[in-house]
Structures are given as C-alpha cells and as structure tokens.
C-alpha cells in the first residue's frame, strides 16, 4: 500500500470510530514496526496503534526458522481479555481492523515508570516493588486459575529459545568474531553449552509471560478512587514460558541499572510469594532465563544496526555483558566458560559495524 493509500485508510478508520477530522500527533517509536499516535478531540484522548500487514515484523516466539513475518495485530487482541482477567491494568481496546492492521486503545498518558524514575530517584524502590507485585498477581492467578490448554498463548520449550537465539550468532557474532573459523567453533560451542543450560531455564515451572516487563512498558494512571494504577502496555507477546522471564526482564533491563543489593531484595519478595519454590531450582532458573533474554537482546541489536541502521542501541552492549556474567559462575559454570573461551573482554564493547564487512569480505574470499 502507497503512503497516500495508507493515510485515507487510518482517515476511513478513524471516520467510522468517532475521531473525524482529528490529526493523530505521532509519539516516539521503538524497536518494532508498529507506530503509535495520539488523538485529542478536546473532551478525552485516545491511541492510534498502526502496524500495517506489510511491514516487516520479526516472530518473537521462536517459532520459524526465518523470523521475518507478516506484521499482524492480531495478538494485541487477543492477549487484552486474558491479562484483564489475570488482574492486570490494560488499556481497553475501542475499535480495531485487523486487515487493515489498526487498533483504537485507551490513552494511560505520558507518564512511564521509566519517566517517574527521571523525575525521583527515590521513587525507584516503590515503582519496582509494585511492577513485582504486578508479576506475582499475575504468576499467582496461573498458579491457581489460569488453564494453559484454552488460551491460545505460545508455549515455549528449549527450541523456541534457540530459535530466538539464532539471530546473535547470525547477526551479533560476526560482529564481534569476524574470523570465519573462530567464529565457527564459537558457534558450535555456544551450541552445544546451549543443550546443557537451557534446560534449568524450566526449573521453576513455567506461567504466563509478558514478554517485554521492564519500566518502558508501565505506567502510572489514575484510576476512579484518586489514586494509581501500574497499567502495562505493549503485551502483544505474551506468552507460556518459564516462570522467571518476566522477572529478569524487569531487574536486569540493560536500559535500567537497578544495583545488586535492590535486584536481591524484589527477588526476594517475589519468591516468598510462592511457598512451593525451590531456592537453588529457582536461582538456576532465573540465570538460565537471564542468559537466554540478554543474549536475544544482543542478536536483536545486531539485527537492527544491519537490517534497519538503527544503531542507538550499541551504547548499552556492555551491560548486557555484564549481566549475562552476573552469577553466571556460580549458577552456570557452563556459560562462564564459553563466554572466557571465545568472547574475551575487548570484544564486549560496541562494534563496529566495519567489522560486519571485512567478516562478509573474508567468507566470500
């Protein structure tokens, strides 16, 4: 569809729903496709999601060999229904057209956890001690209420997380390991280390995931009694995974230094919630969940510096290292020893992208 196609469109869209002659005002992107616009008719707001069926969209599941996707806002909907019921604050869902790929969405405002961090360094411990309760309402309903089999959510094993991990040897490494030879035993030991570790991932049972939990993705809003809510936005991967995902996503973000003696403490709370746990099962489990979420995240820098020249996101390679090392001696010996094998400190700094060109130059040679 034409730029000019797709704007009578959203017009047509935004005709029939109640928002004529409104000019949607385009908010920041991220690192999707979707793009997000606000609408302001003078008596209330609303949210504008654009995600045409054209656009390129990577599966977030690990569920195809190729990740590259038709875009579809398919999910959005179907996940609304399912995390309200769980007791989570979600935006409503006005109107939608999934051919089209436009959603009509409640407006929770401006103000992210990520932007109350900015304005009070103090609020931090209270915003991320409610994000945790957030993740133990939710893990506590799946526990108790919550039947897997009806509803409709990806089931993650050992092969999704390795699919999801194709694109850092595929798009990362070269990077970082530009002989093709090396590059090559890096590949087949990260392999064969990821049939070892992957497994302690499900130590801990698995639950709903969000996917994306971190401060970017919560927001405060106002809620009928005068108070707050901790609505959660950008959901549309949810999924049934290992129980720490979520919680790593959230107090290791790469984004978001939270310190180790804060991580500690909301871990802490989190497993006091749940009396079944194992301590050392769930220990294990939240570094295997860690390895495989910063590990993805480095593939997908990769991938967005090449396929969409999107390179901002190179400032924050270091700290995922970091992270991925965190505990990892102690918790997976296996990780530790890859990594000191064939990723030595220099090489855990911000590429450059020369190095992509002289690693095709040599493997064309």
Known sequence: MTAIGRQDAIDRFLRDNGWADIQPVALVDDASARKYYRLDNGRQ????????????????????????????????????????????????????????????????????????????????????????????????YCDTRFESADSGLVRYGPDNFKRMLQSFKADYLPLIVTDVAKRSRAISEFDAMLEVVLPNCWKSGEVIIHRDYHVDNLMLVENDEGGEDCGIIDFQDAAIAPRPYDLVSLLRDVRHDIGVELENSLKDRYYAAFENLDRSDFEMSYAACNMVRNFRILGRFGWLAIKAGKRRYFDFIPRCWELILRDADRNLPELAAWIGHHIPAEARMAPSLLSRQQSSEQGAS
């Open 45 to 140: 707001t609303a949210l504008l999601m654009d995600f045409p069926p054209d656009a390129i969209s990577v599966d977030p599941h690990g569920i195809y060999e190729n990740p590259e996707r038709p875009a579809s806002v398919t999910p959005v909907i179907a996940t609304t229904s399912l995390l309200s019921q769980a007791g989570w604050r979600i935006p409503a869902i006005y109107a939608s057209d999934v051919a089209l790929g436009l959603v009509l969405i409640e407006d929770f405002g401006d103000l992210t956890f990520t932007r109350a961090l900015d304005l009070s360094e103090a609020s931090k411990p209270a915003l991320y001690l409610r994000a945790v309760d957030q993740l133990i309402t939710l893990h506590q």
